[in-house]
């Protein structure tokens, strides 16, 4: 019987071994490039905006799904939009079609000290805890990739924060970018001994990348590609300005990608409905054509209060008081009752002590009484209503 003994094999021209091998016990690690469900960052391909695809405002989730804003100290407001990527580009040639835009407002004070602009996801700690990434183990990696292009050459920063336990922050650059030119970002991130990634469903591991952070926010003694004790005056090294200063200036992102193992592989494309399936376990979105009967109210009391139950597509992350509803305004529905199909509503709430991760109850009200006890129906009376569950990290 022919044997071949080997520590690793490795392609002709590769930088790291597809497949390597452990000496002592014969074991074998492989970096696979078609592994399913390797992406911790959710919707990394911005494929999925249910709140609408541009916003012009302030802090929040307000256009694609799971990628939150934080502003301060801007004089004027940023628009923060799901944009196309351009044919014939590279990432378009991997299969990327859309991105997550910021375009800026006129900063007409300058790079304040506490002016800072960021782009953040959240992910879960028990995703980080049951990824298969050895945390406090150096000799165990994660990769972050992502492709990223601004209006404006400069270099920027980011960083991975560990939230669990003492909070650990690991800052990283994009390097000088050429204006308007997409340009890959590949970091590989070891554990350390200090991380802590609890088996929960809060908050546990966070990305950020930001196109600016004034100096209550930098340091110039902040070293980058390790990990640190996080402190929020020393989040990433000090910002070349030219940017945040440049009016209209705009930074796109896509691609983003977190995975376990020491090499950035292919990027994991999944399926419009995958992602927006995964999405929905923080957010979800109701909409309703118009004259389209929304949910029948199951309950009338007091003349003007109905009470109904609404179930969600799919299980929320959480039945807490961190699950908020809302809606489009009163103004986007009415109430079919008493043969009358025009009552119109002054509100809907969500019940405080009846809300779970599978349904909660939510009330709404009228002005016009009715008769108690009887069967109701809430509808859209335009093309604009919306019912919104949220249960965002």
Known sequence: MSEIKVNSIKGVGASAAAITVN?????CTANLSNRQNRNL????????????????????????????????GVDENLTMAQADVASGTTPYTLGFRKAFKITNGN????????????????????????????????????????????????????????????????PFETGSLSADTWTKVTKTISGNSNLTFNNVTTEGLQFLIAPFQGTDLTASSVTLNQWAAYASGTRAPDYTSTWYTTNDATFELTGVQLE?????????HRSFGQELDLCQRY???WEFDADKIGVALLH???????????KYFKPLRSSGSDTTFSYSGASDFDMILDGSYDRAITGITMSTSRRGKYQ??????????????????????????????????
């Open 23 to 27: 000496n002592t016990d014969g074991t």
């Open 41 to 72: 960052i959710i919707n990394g391909a911005m494929q999925v905006a249910q709140r609408g695809t541009s916003y012009t405002g302030t802090n929040e989730y307000n256009t694609v799904d799971r990628f939150l804003i934080r502003i301060g």
């Open 107 to 170: 900063q007409t004070s300058g790079a304040g000290a506490a002016d800072y602009i960021q782009i953040i996801q959240r992910i879960e700690g028990q995703n980080v805890a049951q990824s298969g990434w050895n945390y406090v183990s150096s000799s165990s990696n994660i990769t972050l990739s992502f492709w990223v292009k601004s209006s404006v050459a400069q270099n920027f920063y980011g960083y991975l924060r560990s939230i669990d336990g003492t909070g650990q922050l690991y």
């Open 260 to 268: 376990v193992g020491s090499v950035a592989t292919d990027f994991e």
């Open 283 to 285: 957010y979800q979105r």
């Open 300 to 310: 009338v009391s007091g003349n003007t209060t109905s009470y109904s139950t609404w």
């Open 360 to 393: 909660s109850e939510f009330v709404v009200t009228w002005s016009a009484a009715g008769s108690n006890d009887e069967c109701a129906s809430l509808r859209s009376n335009g093309s604009s209503g919306w019912l919104a569950f949220s249960a965002e990290l």
